[in-house]
């Protein structure tokens, strides 16, 4: 059979298996969410909260729920990739970013604290807060869009091993800059977003400091 007559039906044949091999990777799903223990941050925490209200549930009882669903389509979800996954790797069409995601009512921002030889131990100079234009060192570096992605992840606890790595690069980079510092830290304040009558009025929202990641030079 001249090849002018078969080609088509093969052309078509895989254009159809590429589109559906795409359109089942796609299906949406909760990848890297599927650890309970992530489930339990304050920003999840606050999602499942307000979700129960609107169920007329308990927040516990919502999570379990919830959890069982999540862990139910993913085991279907898992059965119905496999097949395409070889292709999907050879191909290089895998798609594993998530385009939708949860509002964060519990924002944390970075700070960067140097610590001058000789000082005080408790006396740290803010080199660099997020969203703070009075504390804005290498501003350049952190509005970056790629960092700026990073940092918004550093905070989770399945983010540590890049957090730990961040924070040391950006170490060695304050070292560099400020030879009369011996000791760099970073950390993020944790806190829930101010409502609309705090902001206009100023009001001071409580905030807790955690990640706490210190540095020496030489390290």
Not at 85 to 108: E, K, T
Not at 162 to 170: K, N, P, Q, S, V
Request: proline fraction near 6%; charged fraction near 20%; glycine fraction near 6%.
């Amino acid at each position: 059979m001249p090849v002018s007559r078969w080609w088509p039906h093969v052309r078509a044949a895989l254009v159809t298996f590429h589109l559906v091999a795409i359109s089942v990777i796609a299906f949406p799903a909760p990848i890297g969410g599927m650890d309970r223990s992530l489930w339990k941050t304050a920003v999840v925490q606050k999602e499942f909260q307000s979700w129960a209200r609107v169920f007329h549930v308990a927040p516990e009882a919502f999570e379990d729920m919830l959890w069982s669903a999540a862990s139910a389509f993913m085991q279907a979800r898992t059965l119905a990739v496999r097949p395409f996954l070889p292709y999907v790797a050879f191909a290089g069409v895998d798609q594993p970013w998530r385009m939708f995601v949860g509002a964060d009512r519990a924002a944390a921002r970075l700070q960067l604290q140097a610590h001058r030889t000789g000082a005080a131990p408790d006396a740290w100079e803010t080199l660099f807060e997020q969203l703070d234009p009075a504390h804005a060192w290498r501003s350049e570096l952190f509005t970056h869009e790629r960092l700026a992605s990073q940092i918004a992840r550093w905070d989770w606890p399945s983010y540590g091993g890049e957090y730990a790595l961040g924070c040391d690069h950006l170490a060695r980079l304050a070292f560099a800059d400020r030879p009369d510092i011996d000791r760099v830290r970073c950390r993020f304040h944790r806190g829930r977003l101010p409502s609309p009558d705090e902001v206009l009025s100023g009001a001071a929202v409580e905030r807790q400091w955690a990640n706490v990641r210190e540095r020496g030079r030489g390290q």
